[in-house]
Antibody, heavy 120, light 107 residues
Framework: EVQLVESGGVVVQPGGSLRLSCVASGFIFDDFTMYWVRQTPGKGLEWVSL????????YYADSVKGRFTISRDNSKSSLYLQMNSLRSEDSALYYC?????????????WGRGTLVTVSS | ETVMTQSPATLSGSPGERATLSCRASQSVSSKLAWYQQKPGQAPRLLIYGASTRATGIPARFSGSGSGTEFTLTVSSLQSEDFAVYYCQQYDNWPLTFGPGTKVDIK
């Protein structure tokens, strides 16, 4: 069974940093592009970042470009999101998601999410 | 950015009724359109990709249609477990974008 388990969400002050992790199981991790997607009550679902199967390519939403860095460790079936210079508008539930068919851009499985709150 | 809109915002239906949800893209996304279902406290679940292909394990009462800028998700006969929020998402243009959702609740 495919499983994605996120961790690392906490309350952090504006300007602070945080690293989210996602551990995957139940599929061949390094066959798939992986994503971070966030959700807030106000803005809904927002794609944040993606990384190709081998880590060679990564893309970011304009709202996080230059502040967030996505990475992966295929030997550990793990995905990461380093979040720097955090702002209040980064407060959200962050999901790790798996591509539907290697690199299609749709998401066949999601984790349960990890909550990031940016507040002083 | 491709802006996705969904209508209606809320759809009230009864078990057994047919439900039709709409999604519109601000520019063509070809057939690169997915539908997700989200229940309270749960992550979204993929229902449809490629505008009309059901994901693994999705019941046949869910069907998708459309291409270009206009898409439809149809639930042929609402079951109690179908009352949820439904999102569309395009993956043809960068950045990937979602619609605001349609809430399907019990009449």
């Amino acid at each position: 069974e495919v499983q994605l388990v996120e961790s690392g969400g906490v309350v952090v002050q504006p300007g602070g940093s945080l690293r989210l992790s996602c551990v995957a199981s139940g599929f061949i991790f390094d066959d798939f592009t992986m994503y971070w997607v966030r959700q807030t009550p106000g803005k809904g679902l927002e794609w944040v970042s993606l990384i190709s199967w081998n880590g060679g390519s990564s893309y970011y939403a304009d709202s996080v470009k230059g502040r967030f860095t996505i990475s992966r460790d295929n030997s550990k079936s793990s995905l990461y999101l380093q979040m720097n210079s955090l702002r209040s508008e980064d407060s959200a539930l962050y999901y790790c998601a798996k591509d539907s068919s290697k690199d299609s851009g749709s998401f066949s499985r999601w984790g349960r999410g990890t909550l990031v709150t940016v507040s002083s | 950015e491709t802006v996705m809109t969904q209508s209606p915002a809320t759809l009230s239906g009864s078990p057994g009724e047919r439900a039709t949800l709409s999604c519109r893209a601000s520019q063509s996304v070809s057939s690169k359109l997915a539908w997700y279902q989200q229940k309270p406290g749960q992550a979204p679940r993929l229902l449809i990709y490629g505008a009309s292909t059901r994901a693994t394990g999705i019941p046949a009462r869910f069907s998708g249609s459309g291409s270009g800028t206009e898409f439809t998700l149809t639930v042929s006969s609402l079951q109690s477990e179908d009352f949820a929020v439904y999102y569309c998402q395009q993956y043809d243009n960068w950045p990937l974008t979602f619609g605001p959702g349609t809430k399907v609740d019990i009449k």
